[in-house]
């Protein structure tokens, strides 16, 4: 079985100039350099959330063609699975600032 590396729980949030979740920090935007992060060099909790922050682009293409996709298919019913995730699917991309 294939070893399943775990980030840091969510919510994550941005406060100022972090990236926090309930335990702390999970990285920090600088101008010196695009993020300082947080990492412990031996952490597997650290290595996945650095992991999953690199991904962030590719997650919210995937969310935008998702969320567009749902949408081709009309409105969908009132209460149904299908308005349930196109609802969190447009969330995140109003959070992401891209709807």
Known sequence: MPHV???TPGPWW????????????ICKMSHESAITYAAQPSSLEDAANANLISLAPDL?????????LLQSYGPPRDNSTEQIVLETLGDVLVRAGIH
């Not at 941005?14 to 920090?25: I, K, P, Q």
């Not at 919210?60 to 567009?68: F, K």
């Open 14 to 25: 941005v406060s100022g100039n972090f990236v926090r979740a309930e335990d702390g920090a």
């Open 60 to 68: 919210l293409h995937a969310v935008n063609l998702a969320y567009h």
């Open 5 to 7: 590396m775990r980030y």
